[in-house]
């Protein structure tokens, strides 16, 4: 099958049940799909209700497989062979396929669709046809039609016949970019790259945002971040990159404020920032990668406390999941080996002994307005945040450029 096929079929996925939406979602994945395969100009396409048919002329299925696996919205991909439209001609090409699957299975059914009603056999009796055909070729399988290894398909259709029997899944979700954009806070750890792919898969474009303390944290850290960003591009094409410099207002709340609530001060003024960035470039939430419990900032009254900073909604796509559920995530999209480099960042300084895992908002208030140079220190790092944009292998600008 490896070799053989000739097509390959792609099935939408949760989009199809988007209504009045289906059609420019439909539009969405099917330009994402010819940008994801522009190494391959010989493929030929056709747009068929709920699915993209790719006519591979000479490209191997596996190589169109690959990137085809990173396109949110698609569900899945089936390779498939065309035959004439001919009765022993199908019952070969069928033989062939099942006998080229690995594992061989020990099961399988047939599930035949009469496109071309001129065809002199219908559904069921090129199911029977079909099925005895695989069944002389290969004496020890067997047919379930109820929970089968294997369903061969066979759809016959004006010009001829498609087979297939081999469905890869696809990465579903919904198109990238169609529900949105969102700021992703991308903080170098595990989690956070975790969260910005969830969110892509549900069809949010994500900008990034790291907030950096240098010289008190190395360029290598900075470096990590986006390389961490590059890895997301590869289920979106594009991410922009934000760089805030953070170091002011880190030592300025410090040097005002250094008990129990700094962590949560520190970050109400980074969630301010960020929103500053999304509302520049649009954004209309920010995503971070909270999971519920994990560490003192991540209490639900911590997040509360910090969340109210803001006025956009604040996504948390891990806020119920484990550890080890993130980390198999991790290593799945490729970040979980770049996450875990021994690079700090600026969450690591100036950690206070025991972190308020209860904060009282009108204690952190009453904080907050004795510090009357904040909204301009917060103000200060936004303008002074720069960009960059990074594409999928590469960085489309050699350096990094004012944001505003």
Known sequence: MKETATMAIL???????????????????????????????SIGYDREFGRIVLHLNGTPYEEALEPLRRIFGLASISPAVTVELESQHIQEAAAEMMQELEPSPATFKVTVRRVNKRFPHDSQEMNRIVG?????????????????????????????????????????????????????????????????????????????????????????????????????????????????????????????????????????????????????????????????????????????????AVQLPVLRPLVFMEKKEIIRIAENIDTFELSILPYEDCCTLFLPPSPSTNPNLNVIRSIEANMPWLDEAIADAAARTESIWIERGQVKEDRFASFF
Do not use: C
């Open 132 to 308: 005895g055909a695989v069944l002389r070729a290969m004496p020890g399988l067997r047919v379930d039609v109820h929970q089968p290894e294997v369903e061969l398909k066979v759809e016959l259709r004006e010009q001829g016949a498609w087979l297939y029997a081999r469905t890869d899944e696809g990465a579903g979700g919904f198109p990238y970019g169609s529900n949105g954009r969102g700021m992703l806070m991308l903080s170098g750890g595990i989690d956070s790259p975790v969260a910005g792919y969830l969110a892509m898969r549900q069809g949010l474009r994500v900008e990034a945002v790291h907030f950096h303390s240098y010289p008190y944290t190395s360029e290598k850290s900075q470096q990590k971040v986006r390389d961490l960003a590059e890895k997301l591009t590869a289920f979106g094409g594009s991410v922009r990159l934000h760089m805030v410099p953070f170091t002011e207002v880190q030592t300025r709340i410090h040097a005002a404020y250094s008990d129990n609530l700094l962590i949560t001060l520190l970050r109400r003024a980074m969630y301010r920032i960020t929103e500053k960035l999304a509302e520049a470039s649009g954004a209309g939430a920010i995503v971070t990668g909270d999971s519920l419990g994990q560490v003192a900032s991540q209490t639900l009254s911590s997040l509360d406390a910090i969340g109210r």
């Open 11 to 41: 099935r939408y996925g949760e989009l199809v049940l988007k209504g009045k939406n289906r059609h420019r979602f439909e539009k969405t994945v099917y330009e994402q799909v010819k940008r994801a395969l522009r190494p391959f100009p």
